[in-house]
């Protein structure tokens, strides 16, 4: 029997998923979160699909183990790779990934149905996001790329400058060289690491490109299947929040607090082993 009084687990190869966290924590203020970083194993993106399930039914039984009544798997290649496993596995609790929300918010946003998704090798070549949003708008148009550096460069702090703006223009050309008629109207931050590259993307791609991330949408897939499910917290106090990361609690705190948008104690952080 899940309790609405239990926190939300939310979990990420790294930092990057604190993004998602931060929509959450808008969007569900009285919710309480464990949120864990498997910065140990970072990058999840570069490895092959048996992995990153192995990696994910790791990181879930862990937050599981804390009592947790739902489960949000906020790295995107972890979502386009395990969801599945994950859901058969854990069939009692609610497990909600970030693709479905990011290509719904996608489909919303396109005119013209021309999609790009930047995201991490493994999400490009496992086809979860392209699937997605065919499935919601069958005649779409979807372009994906690999977009593998941005993960370091986020990590890295390296968000604008020359060193950003050279590898989004590498990255972006053969979306932004087609003829206007055949440019995507709509970009899809598929990972969780994108948001915070999101100006020098905006300020290559242009105004009439669109540019979306999963965050918020999922954020707001969570509390709708919350409510369905007699889940969401009652109390009317601010929600508490736990970080666990498998590696480098300083560089955590100290990484995070760029995507997360607010400092992090290193007293809330606790290393685990998965
Ligand atoms: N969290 C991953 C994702 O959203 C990006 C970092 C990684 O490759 O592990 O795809």
């Not at 400058?161 to 899809?188: H, K, T």
């Not at 915070?196 to 979306?212: D, E, F, H, K, S």
Request: net charge negative; proline share 5%.
């Amino acid at each position: 029997m899940l309790n609405a009084a239990a926190p939300i687990g939310v979990f990420d190869s790294g930092v990057g998923g604190l993004t998602v966290l931060r929509a959450l924590r808008t969007e569900l203020p009285h919710e309480s979160f464990i949120y864990l970083g498997d910065t140990a194993r970072l990058p999840y993106g570069t490895k092959s699909p048996e992995t990153v399930v192995r990696y994910a039914q790791q990181a879930a039984e862990a937050l599981v183990a804390r009592g947790i009544k739902a489960l949000v798997v906020a790295c995107n290649t972890a979502s386009a790779t395990a969801l599945p496993a994950l859901q058969l596995r854990f069939d009692d609790l609610p497990v909600i990934g970030v693709v479905e929300p990011g290509a719904r918010a996608a489909v919303a946003a396109s005119r013209s149905g021309r999609i790009a998704v930047l995201a991490t090798e493994g999400t490009v070549r496992g086809g979860a996001y392209q699937q997605s949003i065919l499935t919601l708008r069958p005649e779409a148009q979807v372009q994906a790329v690999a977009c593998q550096l941005f993960v370091a460069l986020a990590e890295e702090g390296w968000v604008d400058g020359a060193v950003a703006e050279a590898a989004a223009r590498r990255y972006l050309e053969p979306l932004l060289s087609a003829p206007p008629d055949q440019r995507p109207d709509v970009i899809v931050l598929g990972c969780t690491h994108f948001p915070v590259l999101r100006p020098v993307i905006t300020a290559l791609a242009g105004n009439a490109v669109q540019i979306v991330d999963s965050a918020a949408t999922t954020a707001r897939c969570v509390s709708e299947l919350l409510q369905q499910r007699g889940l969401l917290n009652t109390s009317s106090a601010p929600g508490e929040v736990r970080f666990l990361a498998t590696d480098g609690l300083l560089r955590f705190t100290t990484v995070g607090v760029r995507f997360l948008g607010t400092a992090i104690s290193a007293a809330d952080v606790e290393l685990i082993d998965l």
